[in-house]
């Protein structure tokens, strides 16, 4: 067992060496918009997520559920991994077909949309209970599919690692003055303003880094959990 945590953490380190060469992590250009040099950091860091958690917990068909995991498990609690994006439930396809919740979570939420032009995602994303207790229609494993952890993978990790773009509810710019803590930013076209979630590289590396760390030393530890935290 010591011999394969040593070779995990080799691993681990290897690829954030290879991220971080690669980000050019130090220029504000970086944090300023998120380009090629982000893209192809992100996916080394994500791809070596996705192994890791994959040999934690390994099988098939359960990607999302045990790379969500191991964010929800094994990232400290200041990067709110278990956070709800309100902004991004309420523009999602499920809210569209659901518009009394919609209107719903909109009306409840009234005091926090569309007052200002850029947010810290902490003073807008809510706890998945807090956001669950809306409306009896929408269930704790809708709630969580926009998590960030959620959203780290399914509009993250998958929309860079697929098709080499961000999902529609994330957004390359950062228009805050933090360059390490995600944020909001409203985008505006002909027709509408949507407020976008931002995901630094600097949070990314440093989530990787530590779920990273801490999913290698419980190597070994508790099997697969009876229910996948993603799915409620």
């Known amino acids: 067992m010591g ?9 681990l380190s290897n690829r954030l060496r290879s991220a971080d060469e690669i980000s050019s992590v130090n220029t504000r250009f970086t944090e300023l918009y998120a380009g090629e040099h982000f893209y192809d950091s992100a996916v080394i860091l994500c791809s070596a997520l996705s192994a890791l958690s994959a040999i934690k917990w390994p099988g098939r068909g359960i990607d999302r559920a045990r790379f969500v995991e191991a964010l929800v498990r094994y990232a400290p609690d200041e990067l709110g991994l278990t956070k709800i994006s309100v902004e991004s439930l309420i523009t999602s396809d499920w809210c569209s077909k659901h518009s009394q919740v919609q209107a719903k979570l909109t009306t409840y939420f009234s005091q926090t949309i ?23 229609q929408i269930g704790m494993k809708t709630v969580r599919e926009y ?20 999902g529609n509810q994330l957004t390359a710019l950062n228009l805050s003055p933090s360059e390490e803590l995600p944020s909001y930013t409203n985008i505006t076209d002909s027709t509408s303003t949507i407020r976008r979630l931002h995901l630094p590289y600097i949070f990314v590396r440093r989530l990787t880094e530590e779920v990273g760390t801490n999913l290698i030393e419980d190597y070994g530890g508790p099997e697969s959990p009876p229910l996948w935290w993603v799915n409620g």
């Open 3 to 11: 011999d394969q945590k040593a070779l995990l953490r080799n691993f």
């Open 114 to 136: 569309h007052s200002k032009t850029i947010y810290l995602a902490d003073e807008l994303d809510k706890d998945d209970v807090e956001v669950s207790k809306i409306d009896s």
């Open 147 to 166: 998590s960030r952890a959620n959203i780290l993978y399914s509009q993250f990790r998958s929309g860079l690692i697929h098709e080499y773009l961000l």
